[in-house]
């Protein structure tokens, strides 16, 4: 069936650098994408989000990239600190917005200070 | 802000016990959700609910059951525990996005 993956299970980057966290995604109907920041002992929280209509969407330190083509979801973080420290996930939705969701397996990112 | 509020942080529980898992919202959201997490594995669906007394199968149902008997409270399962239940549970609640809650961390022994 239709499945989130990510190609990285772990990411360390040095703080200040910019992280980048990759997604695939196999379902080309999908048209609303989200990333996910958990914390350890938290559950998941809203990052970004974007729909299928756009390529690029910018929030505060974070940018999502959405290549249709490739059925590529990216994540770039910004000047990347140790809070940012967390596993992400990505996830795709096909149809109703607030519906099912199908999460990708998660990518642990570690902040070396 | 959304709150999704899930009754207990750490459970163990016997096999063979019934469990039960409550999760309250408090924005008026149609659509809740269960899932489970597992190192390795991610999130996983197990029932969801897009109104009162609704409920439909998720991509992993087996050994559990759900109740939505109000609109704010959706209500996970075990109908008798195994150890292969040991997991992580969330609820999520949606209007357009997903809220979390903290989650329930369930140990079967």
């Known amino acids: 069936g239709e499945s989130v993956g990510l190609h990285l299970p772990t990411l360390s980057v040095q703080e200040g650098d910019n992280s980048i966290i990759n997604c695939a995604y196999s379902?080309?109907?999908?048209?609303?994408f989200i990333w996910y920041k958990q914390e350890s002992g938290k559950g998941p929280q809203f990052i970004i989000d974007?729909?299928?209509?756009?390529d690029k969407r910018q929030g505060q330190r974070v940018t999502v990239l959405l290549n249709k083509t490739v059925k590529h979801l990216s994540l770039q973080i910004a000047a990347t600190q140790p809070g940012d420290s967390a596993v992400y996930f990505c996830?795709?939705?096909?149809?109703?917005?607030?519906?099912?969701?199908?999460f990708g397996q998660g990518t642990e990112l570690s902040v070396k200070p | 802000d959304v709150k999704v509020t899930q009754s207990s942080r750490y459970l163990v529980k016997r096999t063979g016990e019934k469990v039960f898992l409550e999760c309250v919202q408090d924005m008026d959201h149609e659509n809740m959700f269960w899932y489970r997490q597992d190192p390795g594995l991610g999130l996983r669906l197990i029932y969801f609910?897009?109104?009162?007394?609704?409920?439909e199968k998720g991509d992993i149902p087996e050994g559990y059951s759900v109740s939505r008997e109000k609109k704010e409270r959706f209500s996970l399962i075990l109908e008798s525990a195994s150890t292969n239940q040991t997991s992580m549970y969330l609820c999520a609640s949606a209007k357009y996005g997903y809220t979390f809650g903290s989650g329930t961390r369930l140990t079967v022994v």
């Open positions: 996830a795709e939705n096909v149809g109703n917005q607030g519906g099912k969701l199908i």
């Open positions: 974007i729909r299928s209509n756009m």
């Open positions: 609910s897009y109104d009162v007394k609704m409920k």
């Open positions: 379902n080309s109907a999908s048209d609303y």
